[in-house]
């Protein structure tokens, strides 16, 4: 019995290596401007805001003159 094989065409082939290639240029963009985002987040202290708890677990901003 003699064995078939099924070969896609290189047009589809080519096709599924250009969405990879466009897929991993996209992913590797976002990641950049993730870096560029907490670079930013970093330099800008209204972005992060620190929180001090109390023995009673509500919390309250740092620096708001109660001890």
């Given at each position: ?25 996209m ?41």
């Open positions: 019995m003699a064995q078939t094989t099924y070969q896609r065409p290189q047009r589809s082939m080519e096709v599924a290596g250009g969405l990879v290639a466009f897929g991993a240029v992913l590797v963009i976002g990641g950049i401007l993730d870096i560029f985002r907490g670079i930013m987040a970093l330099g800008d202290d209204a972005i992060i805001v620190s929180r001090r708890t109390t023995c009673s677990g509500s919390t309250r901003p740092a620096g708001d003159g109660f001890t």
